[in-house]
């Protein structure tokens, strides 16, 4: 199911949560990983970052974790 979300959070969610999600993504790739971690004091603030994280992930075909300090992602 899609959720909308509001102009308000998607210009966070562009400006905050998704570029930070995209530049340790691009960075992975281009070291060769397949996964990568993301402390979760990078999202403090954010409303809704699960979501966000959700939905960057199946936009980027990404497993995550999201349990302990670290959220991390796995390449699939």
Known sequence: MVKHISDR???YLKDGD????QI??????????SD?????SGFEGS???????RQFAFQN???????????KFHIL
């Open 47 to 53: 409303p809704n970052f699960e979501e966000h994280i």
């Open 24 to 33: 340790n993504y691009d960075k992975a790739i281009k070291e060769g990983k």
């Open 18 to 21: 998704f570029r930070l999600l």
């Open 36 to 40: 990568f971690e993301i402390h979760r």
């Open 61 to 71: 075909n990404l497993s995550y974790d999201l349990q302990g300090v670290y959220i």
């Open 9 to 11: 959070e998607l210009e």
